[in-house]
């Protein structure tokens, strides 16, 4: 993409008394939306071979109870998007949080394999979603000086969510012959704190005046930041909402803003290609050729969850001072490198401690750059008429990719080789560096209307 003019906007230039700790409080509750997302995501992983024994699965029947969640998230990405537009952002936040406590409880106490897998289908479901309205909704209720660091939170919660969950397979594991439901029974407690907390947040004033509730964004505005700002940022919300109406499927391939949508599906699709989930997925296996001792598990897993909760810090400190784009270049290009060394350590042998230090780098590195940004950059690029189905097809083709590129290291690793894999990885990583260095916009510290002007413009 050529370089883009910058238009000032009055929301971003005015001096404003902001509210933050308002902001930073519904920011952190709807941020628990992530804490489940990655909760429900990894809490499998400790109970595998207890509910695999009790069903008396097979290879086949464990792969498939382990990933049918992926499933389930591209359903609730694909649902999420229109119940978003047609409810709200706070009430299907809330629909999230009833159906993260129900399946919850539901996969840890079914009485058949059969339903195990719906219930974890039906959290997938509420993963998918979640991962769409979460950030959108932070974006839409921040003001533009704070919105990169806001939705960088979402990121962070999701870590957070990981490591608790991985706390909570290590304190229940001796817990009795039902361990592994009350593992995933665990999921009920944050979810039941998250919809509690729903309460307490307001609606998205863009989704608001997008619904001709006008009085009611102007309150929720003026409370964020003063009367000033209210009238600023009304204003120029509801000319975003004038130029044409919509927001269906076929409004996303119209000539303004097909370009956008597609710039939206190529960043969410890289976050999961370049190689961080075959690090996240098989890392146990990988430690294991690098010397660790086979009964460590619980210790790669801790190690892991450190270094992704440390470094997501760098992206909530420098996002809006770096920028997106520039955090996304520096991200996919360290990411190339870091797999190339991968890719000569399995390729000449290495020591095992070489192994693991490019396999920590890569993940501090992604944590640092790619997992946080990409969340912020689908969150705001998005006109306001087109969010909900654009992130809708956004975070659809995030899942899709996250199913194959999780599922297809393994016939990888044993086809090609670990260094042959890990130079795709690579390549992969280059690929996405030269497609932001041409085609990603930079939007720090605008408006969302400012940047739906940018890049509405642009493409006409």
Known sequence: MASIV????????????????????????????????GFDLVII????????????????????????????????????????ESLGRKK?????????????????????FTLFVVFRMLSGVAVGAAALVCPM????????????????????????GILLAYLSNYLLLNSGVNNWRWMFTSQSAPSLLFFLGLFFVAESPRWLIGKMRHSEAFHILKRIGGK???????????????????????????????????????????????????LFSYAPELFKQAGMAEDSAFLQSIIIGIINFVFTFIAIGTIDKIGRKKLLQYGSFLLF???????????WHLPGIWVLVFVLGFIAIYSATLGPVTWVALSEIFPNRIRGSAMALATLALWIANFF????????????????????????????????????????????????????????
């Open 92 to 112: 299907l936040l809330m629909i999230c949080a009833v159906l993260f406590a129900v399946t919850g409880a539901g996969t840890g106490w079914a009485g058949n």
């Open 228 to 278: 000033a700002y209210a009238e600023a940022a009304s204003g120029e919300i509801r000319l975003s909402f004038t130029d044409t109406k919509g927001g269906g499927l076929a409004d996303l391939f119209k000539k303004d803003v097909w370009h956008i949508v597609f710039v939206g599906i190529v960043i969410a699709v890289f976050s999961q290609a370049v190689g961080q989930n075959s």
């Open 337 to 347: 490198l870091d797999a190339l060394a991968l890719a000569g350590a399995f390729y």
């Open 45 to 84: 992983s400790g109970t595998v071979s207890f509910f695999s024994s009790h069903f008396s699965l097979n290879a086949l029947e464990t792969g498939w109870a382990v990933g049918c969640i992926n499933l389930g998230a591209a359903i609730g990405a694909v649902i999420g998007g229109k119940l978003s």
């Open 137 to 160: 909704y932070v974006a839409e209720i921040s003001p533009a000086g704070m919105r990169g660091k806001m939705v960088s939170f979402y990121q962070l919660s999701i870590v957070i």
């Open 405 to 460: 590129t999780t599922s297809l290291f393994p016939v990888m690793k044993e086809q090609i080789g670990l260094p042959f894999t890990f130079l795709i990885h690579g390549a992969i990583c280059f690929i996405y560096f030269l497609f932001v260095r041409v085609r990603v916009p930079e939007t720090k510290g605008k408006s969302l209307e400012e940047i739906e002007k940018l890049l509405t413009d642009h493409g006409q």
């Open 6 to 37: 910058p238009v000032e906007s009055e929301v971003v230039t005015g001096n404003y008394d902001l509210n933050r700790n308002y902001v930073y409080l519904i920011s952190a509750i709807a941020a628990l939306g992530g804490v489940l997302f």
